[in-house]
């Protein structure tokens, strides 16, 4: 899984998250969506969910970004202008928007 990805918990706790990492013993750390609160889960706990290339106007989650936008992955924006082979995503953090370039390679 690259960080960012969106997944599925399955069972008791269902809902829609994002894959954060590995963590120990075999569990992965992951995000949920709306709360954003963290959580392990064991691999059979999850599932990858399918999703297709964003366009404008899409929301999307930003995936594999390493380095300083590394802080982006998970995170779920909405695709503004496309700029080659990036948009420019808008992402909401209580009143403040921020606008980053993000490769199309890295929109999920």
């Not at 594999?64 to 503004?80: D, H, P, S, V, Y």
């Amino acid at each position: 899984f690259r960080p960012g990805a969106p997944v599925c918990i399955v069972g008791e706790d269902a809902a829609l998250a994002t894959y954060i990492g590995p963590a120990e013993e075999g569990m992965h750390r992951l995000r949920h969506v709306e709360t954003e609160r963290q959580v392990e889960v064991e691999a059979s706990g999850f599932f990858l969910v399918p999703t297709t290339e964003p366009g404008q106007g899409d929301w999307a989650f930003v995936i594999g970004m390493e380095g300083e936008q590394a802080r982006l992955n998970g995170r779920q924006g909405i695709c503004g202008a496309r700029l080659g082979e990036a948009y420019v995503v808008q992402f909401v953090h209580g009143d403040d928007v921020e606008s980053v370039k993000i490769p199309v390679e890295h929109l999920t």
